[in-house]
């Protein structure tokens, strides 16, 4: 009797926790589906469609204009007329971009509609490029022309002038023929056109061409390992030089006929800038080694291998071929200028040790420039030294 008392008292008990168990998990369930709807409801209220219209100054659309959230990856294009429309977070930040205008960013703050109307960039529209009859607009310029300042020059210990362009403009390929502290540059405007005859491009420092004996590479370096090709623009101190312009195609080089037929190179030279005067000095110091020594046999190895032929001495011909190198640079430069004239005067050092034992660059270089305007500024007479 009390077996089965206790047995039904059992099954009792395992009935209630099992309906206990199950209320648990049904209280879970609903609890975890409530967090999820009310993410989404969160999710969804965080984003926000933002339509407009992009338009330039006479108010007429521009089509394809970027805009973007910044910080991510999400955005759009502006349709034909300028219209657009994105979902963005409340919070976001929106960038709106488009080639020849300033790009704007503007907050969303919850805004649905956000017309923006964007600004000629005149920085970049009225850009003067330095062309072979003189100079033009950028947005004029048919010819093939490329023009790089002192913002985007290569950084660093730079020796000669052909190195700030390396690497930094398109069809341009520049290398060095040898390592030697000085030694030649190639450059090629959009590859090689000659198979006998030289092919780098010709020189103009201020209007002023490069003779063809001079843009050749010539001349001697004496010291080990030296060669005959050096570069023609080591006179040039690279700190002095503002922009350079490269002319590739027949109509931006037609003024130096045949001499341009590989392209041109216009190098224009720092002027006085600042009523009161500014003064420079920018010092730099660098390293040179070589990058993979030959391995070879040692002289215990070179005895063993050829005992006969041992006389006891023990040098490593490289160490005594090869150094690291050590480039100082140093340049000081004043300069005044305002609207009816200007003046600079700049004298830079150089002193570069090749990699190899006796092979050196050594070079000061000492200028000065000036532009004096008269009668009512239409008289311009400049010195250049």
């Known amino acids: 009797m009390m077996d089965n008392s206790y047995s039904v008292g059992y099954a009792t008990f395992t009935r209630r926790m099992q309906s206990v168990r199950s209320s648990l998990q049904l209280g879970g369930l609903s609890v975890l589906m409530l967090f999820l709807l009310l993410s989404s409801q969160l999710t969804f209220?965080?984003?926000?469609?933002?339509?407009?219209?992009?338009?330039?100054?006479n108010?007429?659309?521009?089509?394809?204009?970027?805009?973007?959230?910044?910080?991510?990856?999400?955005?759009?294009?502006?349709?034909?007329?300028?219209?657009?429309?994105?979902?963005?977070?409340?919070?976001a930040v929106l960038v709106y971009s488009f080639v020849g205008f300033e790009s704007q960013d503007i907050t969303v703050a919850g805004k649905s509609v956000i017309n923006v109307t964007l600004l000629e960039d005149n920085k970049t529209l009225n850009e003067v490029v330095v062309i072979g009859y003189g100079t033009a607009m950028k947005k004029d310029l048919t010819g093939a022309v490329n023009s790089i300042g002192?913002?985007?020059?290569?950084?660093?210990?730079?020796?000669?002038?052909?190195?700030?362009?390396?690497?930094?403009?398109?069809?341009?390929?520049?290398?060095?023929?040898?390592?030697?502290p000085g030694g030649a540059i190639n450059i090629r405007i959009r590859g090689t056109s000659s198979v006998r005859n030289g092919n780098n491009p010709l020189f103009v420092v201020d209007g002023v061409p490069l003779a063809g004996d001079e843009t050749s590479a010539g001349g001697d370096n004496s010291g080990?390992?030296?060669?005959?090709?050096?570069?023609?623009?080591?006179?040039?101190?690279s700190n002095d030089i503002e922009t350079m312009d490269i002319l590739k195609d027949a109509s931006a080089t037609a003024i130096y006929g045949a001499r341009g037929a590989n392209g041109v190179v216009l190098i224009t030279t720092k002027k006085g800038k600042g009523a009161k005067g500014t003064l420079e000095y920018s010092p730099s110091v660098g390293i040179s080694s070589i990058t993979k020594r030959y391995d070879l046999l040692s002289a215990d190895e070179y005895a063993k291998l050829q005992p006969a032929n041992d006389k006891g001495a023990r040098?490593?011909?490289?160490?005594?071929?090869?150094?690291?190198?050590?480039t100082q640079q140093h340049n000081l430069a004043y300069g005044s200028g305002d609207n009816t004239g200007n003046y600079r005067f700049s004298l830079g050092s150089l002193d570069q040790q090749g990699i190899m034992q006796r092979s050196s660059l050594n070079r000061i270089s000492l200028t000065f420039n000036g532009n004096k305007k008269f009668i009512n500024n239409k008289l311009n007479i400049g010195i250049q030294a």
Request: charged residues 20%; hydrophobic residues 30%; without cysteine.
């Open 315 to 326: 040098v490593d011909w490289q160490d005594v071929l090869f150094r690291t190198g050590v």
């Open 150 to 180: 002192t913002k985007d020059f290569n950084k660093g210990i730079t020796t000669s002038p052909e190195q700030l362009l390396q690497g930094r403009v398109p069809g341009v390929a520049i290398t060095q023929s040898n390592g030697e």
């Open 59 to 91: 108010g007429r659309g521009l089509p394809g204009v970027s805009v973007s959230v910044k910080g991510t990856t999400r955005g759009t294009n502006a349709d034909a007329d300028g219209n657009y429309r994105i979902s963005v977070p409340t919070n």
């Open 224 to 237: 080990i390992g030296s060669s005959s090709a050096r570069n023609p623009l080591n006179f040039l101190n």
């Open 45 to 57: 209220a965080q984003d926000n469609s933002v339509t407009g219209k992009v338009s330039d100054n």
